[in-house]
């Protein structure tokens, strides 16, 4: 899954509801996540709220991904 939304509210719904369909060990590709402190947020909390580890990787200063367990 990879997600662009660059807002707090687009990026935590698209979690919440496609999350679930990425396969285990699928990829999950974020997008401005160094550039967007309300995207990076989002992602997060969601993170969070699903008290899920994940170990966060850059792709470079503003893409991250990370490995669905």
């Known amino acids: ?5 660059d807002m707090y509210e687009s990026t935590h719904d698209a ?4 999350y679930d369909s990425v396969s285990e060990r699928g990829f999950i590709v ?3 996540y160094g550039g967007l402190k309300n ?3 989002a992602v997060h909390d969601f993170i969070d709220q699903r008290r ?3 170990e966060i990787r850059p792709v470079d200063q503003s893409c ?3 490995r669905k367990r």
């Open 64 to 66: 991250v991904w990370w």
């Open 39 to 41: 995207f990076r947020k």
């Open 52 to 54: 899920l580890r994940v």
């Open 15 to 18: 979690l919440a509801n496609l």
């Open 30 to 32: 974020i997008d401005d």
């Open 1 to 5: 899954m990879r997600l662009d939304g």
